[in-house]
T-cell receptor, first 115, second 113 residues
């Protein structure tokens, strides 16, 4: 039973399109994240939601909009896709007690290719 | 500005020997450190962590050492097994940052027979 699941696993789309990646966790965690791994393999945080509230928003273009309908889901919507958006996007969750001393559980990743 | 660095992009070790993966950090606010293991086409999997109040944490074949004064941590795997072949990421977080992880660029470990 997958703890953090993302769909789709692979996404190929044309420049200018709008696409969404979905993420669900069944761990009962209250904090969820989106990380991006670029072509140089840097894994960097994009957003974090705690109980449906945005708590981390790194310097990410406005074309990226996370949405959390409930604390078990955090979706990522991307408008007007650009070639540079091609990357692997990872969803993660933690049982955040606000202390920082807890590990994150990651989904399997969504490889986005913009052509 | 890379706050967590893994200067060895790759490491090859014989089966049965010790693997030592290194990580350096620059941000003195980091107080929790983690190691993740990643196989191709999968997400990172948590391996072991250490709080800044400790200098060693052990879990089976895996031991993490933390040297706060040097801002350095290392992961020891002994004995190394072929199934340990993967990319290992060092990560760090600071109290009050909602467990936001800052990752190193990873070290690819190859355990040979």
């Amino acid at each position: 039973d997958t703890a953090v699941s993302q769909t789709p696993k692979y996404l190929v789309t044309q420049m200018g399109n709008d696409k969404s990646i979905k993420c669900e966790q069944n761990l009962g965690h209250d904090t969820m994240y989106w990380y991006k791994q670029d072509s140089k393999k840097f894994l960097k945080i994009m957003f974090s939601y705690n109980n449906k509230e945005l708590i981390i928003n790194e310097t990410v273009p406005n074309r990226f909009s996370p949405k959390s309908p409930d604390k078990a889901h955090l979706n990522l919507h991307i408008n007007s896709l650009e070639l540079g958006d091609s990357a692997v996007y990872f969803c993660a969750s933690t049982h955040n007690r606000g202390l920082g001393d807890t590990e994150a559980f990651f989904g399997q990743g969504t490889r986005l290719t913009v052509v | 500005d890379q706050q967590v660095k893994q200067n060895s992009p790759s490491l090859s070790v014989q089966e049965g020997r010790i693997s030592i993966l290194n990580c350096d950090y620059t941000n003195s606010m980091f107080d929790y450190f983690l190691w993740y293991k990643k196989y191709p086409a999968e997400g990172p999997t948590f391996l072991i962590s250490i709080s800044s109040i400790k200098d060693k944490n052990e879990d089976g074949r895996f031991t993490v050492f933390l040297n706060k004064s040097a801002k350095h941590l290392s992961l020891h795997i002994v004995p190394s097994q072929p199934g340990d072949s993967a990319v290992y990421f060092c990560a760090a977080s600071a109290t009050g940052t909602a467990s936001k992880l800052t990752f190193g660029t990873g070290t690819r470990l190859q355990v040979t027979l």
